[in-house]
């Protein structure tokens, strides 16, 4: 089923509005649930893999994947999955590969599918670290509002006793350098990609074993969710990934990748000709239902979540073009 936004005067809506409609969306691409398990990606990395498509109650809000660096100091932890009982389960999967206990959780960025789970990670020892400018997005009305859909629509895996938290440490990134540090011996490197996908992206290299942990800055398989993201800046921060030459390259959705480009270069086409056509329209003064309707999206029909995410990205690009256009 398409999801409809409504036909609205786009060029006097707020951010907010935009980012409201996604609230509205029913539960889609309804896939069976998976297992969660390791998936080994070198000497030290390990990830679990979510389902394709969007989350839902048949596949227990396991869309997204989550990775773990075990070392000898204990483990470190890079996104939460999509619910407390995810976590759990990812806790009983990092047990099956090692006796050492989690130490550190970093979160990629604040979207729900990414965090949910931190109520389960969290204990004595434990650490959380997030970009700083998560704060705005994790004390927003919309990360509020979220969950209440959530809880509606992936009851009993997101209920009335799972809490949202923010980080430990919140990380300031000085004229957008990385962030480089050691965690049980191994360097790894923490990358600010923020104002692409979300305000407070961050990509960890794990640099010993040359793998790039992405988060959700190219999808594996589906198509990006774009929402109210920059795409300009997204698509600048694409070219961020091929200096670092990683050996593996585990993206926020979908199947980890010794050879990313194909991924990333779905992504790319599909940012450029959101702006392409949204842009066009946005300079002609074409309104968004007309401009969309009048769209080719065949290129992109066949991608797994475009009856889901299409319309909505194509809604936020027509937005971002406008702003773009006024010079805001």
Do not use: C
Request: glycine letters at 8%; aromatic letters at 10%.
């Amino acid at each position: 089923m398409t999801v409809l936004a409504p036909a609205i005067p786009t060029s006097r809506l707020a951010r907010g509005l935009a980012l409201s409609l996604l609230l509205a969306l029913p539960a889609a691409g309804r896939v069976a649930a998976q297992e969660l398990k390791p998936i080994r990606a070198s000497e030290h990395v390990y990830y679990v893999q979510g389902a394709p498509g969007m989350a839902t109650r048949e596949n227990r809000a396991f869309n997204s994947n989550a990775a773990f660096v075990v070392t000898p100091e204990g483990v470190l932890v890079f996104d939460a999955l999509g619910s407390p009982a995810l976590a759990q389960e990812l806790k009983r999967a990092i047990a099956t590969v090692t006796r050492q206990p989690v130490r550190r959780v970093i979160v990629s960025h604040f979207h729900a599918d990414h965090f949910y789970g931190l109520q389960s990670l969290q204990g004595d020892g434990v650490e959380i670290w997030a970009h700083g400018a998560g704060r705005g997005t994790f004390g927003s009305e919309f990360t509020a509002s979220r969950l209440e859909q959530r809880r509606r629509d992936l009851a009993p895996y997101v209920n009335e006793q799972t809490r949202l938290l923010g980080a430990d440490r919140w990380l300031e990134f000085k004229g957008g350098e990385p962030i480089a540090f050691t965690f049980g011996g191994m360097k790894m490197r923490l990358i600010d990609v923020s104002g692409a996908h979300s305000p407070e992206d961050i990509m960890l290299f794990v640099e010993d074993d040359g793998v790039l942990l992405a988060g959700d800055l190219y999808f594996s398989g589906r198509l990006p969710f774009v929402g109210q993201a920059d795409t300009k800046a997204w698509l600048s921060a694409l070219d961020r990934i091929e200096p670092l030459a990683p050996k593996m390259v585990i993206p926020g959705h979908g199947v980890a990748s010794r050879n990313p480009q194909p991924d990333i270069e779905l992504t790319r086409r599909y940012l450029l000709y959101l702006r392409e056509t949204m842009g066009a329209a946005v300079r002609d003064l074409v309104p968004f239902e007309e401009a969309y309707k009048a769209t080719d999206w065949l290129p992109f029909y066949d991608v797994p979540a475009f009856e889901v995410a299409n319309r909505i990205n194509a809604y936020g690009a027509y937005l971002q073009m406008e702003r773009e256009l006024l010079g805001r």
